[in-house]
Every structure is written in C-alpha cells, then in structure tokens.
C-alpha cells in the first residue's frame, strides 16, 4: 500500500525557516516524479513545487522561486520542501503527492504551516 | 497561466441523482486534466486522469469525459458517501492550475 508521511510542520515567524519532510513507502520511490501541493485554510488547492525522479529537474510556482527548495533522498525515500523567507500568505496545510501520468495519484495526510508573528 | 473555471460553486443532489460538474480551462489543454474528491479534513484522492480514465478502486459510477477546453465529471447516482468537495486539475503546462471547487451535499 502506498503511503506518504509528512513532518516538519507548524507554527513560525516571518521570515523564519522551515524543512518539511515526507517518507514514502509501498512503491518504488526513486521511479516517481514527486510534488507539494498546499491549501489555504477553506480555500483551493494549489501546486508548489515538483522534482523528476533523480531530482537533477525542479519546478517550482513563480511566488515560492528563490525561497523554497524541493529535494530527495532516494536512498531515504524521502522528499523534502525547505521554505525559506516565510510570509503569512504562505499559512497552509501542506500536501506532497506522488506523481503518476501527470496526475497527484496519492497525497499524505498534510501538514500544517502557519506563519504569523 | 492556465485558468480553470469550475461550475457550479457549490451542489445539492438527492440520493441517487446524476449530478455534473463543469471544468473549462482558458486554452485547449489536450485533456491533460485530472479530477479529485477531498472529503471534510481529509487530503483529497485522485478520481480521474486524462480527463476520462478511471482511477483504480474509484466507483463506475464515476466518470469525465470532454476535450479541448471544457470538461465535465458524472457522478450516475448519488450515495451518501459522495458528500465531498470536488477540484479539476490541468497538468498541460506548468504551473499545474487547479479549478475553486465544487462542495457537494446531499439534498
């Protein structure tokens, strides 16, 4: 069975760090291209960040570029999102997803993030 | 970017109704668009690819079907458990764009 585990979330200041975490199981981890997606409390669903299966190829949404960094430890089965410079508009829960035929095939169970003073 | 209109907002279906929910897109995105189901605090789970291939384990009477620019998923009668929100998604071009929403409730 396939299973995504995020960690790392929760409550920081502006302008301050945070590393999320998620550890992937039941599936070959280093043949998926992976992905964060994040949601605004009531709001929709927004893509964040995508790495290939090497991770040598990063993507990432024009508000997060130069202050979120998307990796992956494929020895670990590990993918990470390290967000730096956060704003309060970046308060979200925090979704990775695996990535099948170009669609979020499977999501964990989220993290929160929020980023207030 | 790609921006996804989805319609209606927000639904009430009684127990075994079909219901649809429109997805249109602002260019021809080659049915690369994908449709989720996320129930009330939970992450949401993948309910169609291609705009009409079936996820594995999702019910039949779930379907998507359209192209070019304008996409619609069925839902051939209602069960409670359907009770849920609804997203479409574009995967043609970065960024992947997804659409507001749709809250269903039964009537």
């Known amino acids: 069975e396939v299973q995504l585990v995020e960690s790392g979330g929760g409550l920081v200041q502006p302008g301050r760090s945070l590393k999320l975490s998620c550890a992937a199981s039941g599936f070959t981890f280093s043949n998926y291209g992976m992905a964060w997606v994040c949601q605004a409390p009531t709001k929709g669903l927004e893509w964040v960040a995508s790495?290939?299966?090497?991770?040598?190829?990063?993507y990432y949404r024009d508000s997060v570029k130069g202050r979120f960094t998307i990796s992956r430890d494929n020895a670990k089965n590990t993918l990470y999102l390290q967000m730096d410079s956060l704003r309060s508009e970046d308060t979200a829960t925090y979704y990775c997803?695996?990535?099948?035929?170009?669609?979020?095939?499977?999501w964990g169970q989220g993290v929160m993030v929020t980023v207030s003073s | 970017d790609i921006q996804m209109t989805q319609s209606p907002a927000s639904l009430s279906a009684s127990l075994g109704e079909t219901i649809s929910i429109e997805c249109r897109a602002s260019?021809?995105?080659?049915?690369?668009l994908a449709w989720y189901q996320q129930k009330s605090g939970k992450s949401p789970q993948l309910l169609i690819y291609a705009a009409s291939r079936l996820q594995d384990g999702v019910p039949s009477r779930f379907s998507g079907s359209g192209s070019g620019t304008r996409y619609s998923l069925k839902i051939s009668g209602m069960q409670p458990e359907d009770e849920a929100d609804y997203f479409c998604?574009?995967?043609?071009?970065?960024?992947?764009?997804f659409g507001a929403g749709t809250k269903l409730e039964l009537k």
């Open positions: 998604q574009q995967s043609y071009k970065y960024p992947d764009t």
């Open positions: 997803a695996r990535l099948v035929r170009d669609s979020y095939a499977q």
């Open positions: 260019e021809d995105i080659y049915s690369n």
């Open positions: 790495i290939s299966t090497g991770g040598g190829n990063t």
